[in-house]
């Protein structure tokens, strides 16, 4: 009798196994969902830095520069910020803005008091890219000044292929702008 509970038991347990692997498809990282009522189900690994490029458009070496720019940039307190690349199929169902609030508030980025997170997201096979601020930031760079940033930093450095420069001066136009309000 003991032992038919047991082989019943061991049968349970992976049924179990066999339907949650069928229900994932086998992939064991996270769904991320939005705010809203769809899901998005985006799959993305966790956070490895500050620079997360999933799409391979920065070098090494031009990841590690960012990287190190936005460690000392962090430390200083007044903003954090992180910069991620995806391919267009890690969206999902999601648009980009969605997308980037939901990963932002989920990856915590930004101090939890000040609200402080800047998140810029780019999409290269879709030409996209976002700049997410947290509530905090939002007193000295509003998303008008996001946007001019993107417009008249970045893209004219995008548009000649220069993907690595325009991300390093839209991150300094933000820290810039960080400044100027500290020195307020």
Not at 27 to 47: E, R
Not at 96 to 110: H, K, M, P, S, V
Request: with cysteine.
């Amino acid at each position: 009798m003991k032992r038919t509970y047991l082989l019943v038991a061991v049968w349970a347990f992976h049924l179990l196994i066999l339907i949650l692997v069928a229900c994932n498809n086998g992939n064991t990282k996270p769904v991320i969902s939005t705010s809203s009522s769809k899901k998005c189900n985006v799959q993305l690994p966790s956070p490895n830095g500050l620079v997360n490029d999933y799409f391979q458009l920065f070098s090494r070496s031009e990841a590690k520069t960012l990287d190190s720019m936005l460690t000392h940039i962090n430390a200083e307190g007044s903003v954090e910020i992180t910069a991620l690349v995806i391919d267009s199929l890690q969206l999902g169902s999601c648009n980009l803005q969605d997308f980037t609030l939901e990963l932002a508030n989920i990856w915590r980025i930004g101090d939890k008091h000040k609200n402080n997170g800047v998140m810029i997201c780019i999409v290269p096979a879709l030409r996209q890219i976002r700049i997410e601020n947290g509530l905090g930031t939002q007193v000295w760079l509003s998303n008008e000044q996001t946007q001019n940033i993107i417009d008249n930093t970045i893209i004219p450095y995008y548009r000649q292929g220069n993907y690595f420069e325009g991300t390093k001066q839209g991150i300094l136009a933000i820290e810039k702008q960080a400044h100027e309000k500290a020195g307020q």
